[in-house]
T-cell receptor, first 112, second 116 residues
Framework: EAQVTQNPRYLITVTGKKLTVTCSQN?????MSWYRQDPGLGLRQIYY???????DKGDVPEGYKVSRKEKRNFPLILESPSPNQTSLYFC???????????FGDGTRLSIL | AQTVTQSQPEMSVQEAETVTLSCTYD???????LFWYKQPPSRQMILVIR??????QNATENRFSVNFQKAAKSFSLKISDSQLGDTAMYFC?????????????FGEGTQLTVNP
């Protein structure tokens, strides 16, 4: 089954404790992206990747890192999480940059 | 930078009736995509419909259709014969075909409730 898989689905953690949210897709998609969703703001893009070893900042990259060492994986790293990063996070992928994106099921992060 | 605006935070409709969700956007580009995504309580993001800006014909997908007015930069979604399963948050989104490095710019969302 074609899918985008995010882990974990839920996480509660404390300020400053490094965490990684994994994202994996099995569709051989070139383009992958991370979004955060906050009430009243819709979804905002954090980082995206056009292909392996090619990443770039989205609209709200501060406090986040990403890597794209393999085509299927695109982890989101919070080196020193802060409460303002409490949000619902989505990973998405598409075959190329201009194709409709397939979304993962979301990860709810709470930073205390 | 592009912006997308959904001016209706909440809407409701009776089952089997028709409802229209509004979306406006701002861009200086001529070549782009517009999308409507649906997010039910399960939080999944589901693509509802896509419109390519160079196409004059409005996109349709079963009970879902759009009214794309390029000059007015308007992209509304019409849902016909509304069903209880249509209850969800709906997001309008813009994607450029001109600038390198692509991103989806989303509106704030409209919460649609279909009442029995």
């Amino acid at each position: 089954e074609a899918q985008v898989t995010q882990n974990p689905r839920y996480l509660i953690t404390v300020t400053g404790k490094k965490l990684t949210v994994t994202c994996s897709q099995n569709m051989n998609h070139e383009y992958m992206s991370w979004y955060r969703q906050d009430p009243g703001l819709g979804l905002r893009q954090i980082y995206y990747s056009m292909n392996v070893e090619v990443t770039d900042k989205g609209d709200v990259p501060e406090g986040y890192k990403v890597s794209r060492k393999e085509k299927r994986n695109f982890p989101l790293i919070l080196e020193s999480p802060s409460p303002n990063q409490t949000s619902l996070y989505f990973c998405a992928s598409s075959l190329t940059i201009n194709q409709p994106q397939h979304f993962g099921d979301g990860t709810r992060l709470s930073i205390l | 930078a592009q912006t997308v605006t959904q001016s209706q935070p909440e809407m409701s409709v009776q089952e089997a009736e028709t409802v229209t969700l509004s979306c406006t956007y701002d861009t200086s580009e001529n070549n782009y995509y517009l999308f409507w995504y649906k997010q039910p309580p399960s939080r999944q993001m589901i693509l509802v419909i896509r419109q390519e800006a160079y196409k004059q014909q409005n996109a349709t997908e079963n009970r879902f259709s759009v009214n794309f007015q390029k000059a007015a930069k308007s992209f509304s979604l019409k849902i016909s014969d509304s069903q209880l399963g249509d209850t969800a948050m709906y997001f309008c989104a813009f994607m450029s075909r001109e600038t390198s490095g692509s991103r989806l710019t989303f509106g704030e969302g409209t919460q649609l409730t279909v009442n029995p």
